[in-house]
């Protein structure tokens, strides 16, 4: 069983940063696969930044390639999300997830969300809000 725990959300002017992380328990991140989803009012969850443990490669969604970015702390089992430039559209509740690497074929198929179950994990998300 693995425990996801999120946090690093908050008010953010419109051009802006903000780090999320994502504190793993119960295994160690570097065997999982990592997602960065995010659900805005009304909308799909939709995955925006995936790595894959299997080639160590990452997805960006073209909506934050470029703005955000996504590192891995295995010292200590924490998975960041580095938001810069953020803007009026990128206000969500901010989710990661996690699976085990041997499931997951490519970074972009850890983007989908349908992926992530089963033998997924997911975190209880973070809101982000961004001021215009």
């Known amino acids: 069983q693995v425990q996801l725990v999120e946090s690093g959300g908050g008010l953010v002017q419109t051009g802006g940063s903000l780090r999320l992380s994502c504190a793993a328990s119960g295994a160690p991140l570097e065997d999982y696969a990592i997602g960065w989803f995010r659900q805005a009012p009304g909308k799909e969850r939709e995955g925006i930044v995936c790595?894959?443990?299997?080639?160590?490669?990452?997805y960006y969604a073209n909506s934050v390639k470029g703005r955000f970015t996504i590192t891995r702390d295995n010292a200590k089992n924490t998975v960041y999300l580095q938001m810069n430039s953020l803007k009026t559209e990128d206000p969500a509740v901010y989710y990661c997830a996690v699976k085990a690497g041997m499931f997951i074929d490519s970074a972009q198929a850890m983007c989908v969300e349908d992926a992530i179950a089963p033998m997924g994990y997911w975190g209880q998300g973070t809101q982000v809000t961004v001021s215009s």
């Open positions: 790595f894959s443990s299997r080639d160590d490669s990452t």
